[in-house]
């Protein structure tokens, strides 16, 4: 495991000063929660869009219950 990407990576950050590894993580924070807003309105919009087809229902958890029966 010492030459994979990753290893290779955390060695570098571990060779910065504490301040900027903690920078660092903060960035990388901050991308990860940017990453995961955008496909959670990517989600949003392909669920939408399936309502709008039809192909997909609004109701509470009785409603679609009742469907499946």
């Known amino acids: 495991m010492n030459n994979t990407p990753i290893q290779k990576a955390l060695d570098a950050i571990e060779s910065l000063p504490l301040e900027d590894q903690q920078m660092l993580v903060g960035i990388m924070n ?29 109701g509470f958890l009785n409603d679609i219950q009742g469907d499946l029966l």
């Open 30 to 58: 901050r991308r990860l929660i940017e990453q995961r807003r955008q496909e959670i309105a990517q989600n949003a919009e392909i669920t939408l869009q399936a309502v709008r087809e039809n192909r997909a229902s609004i």
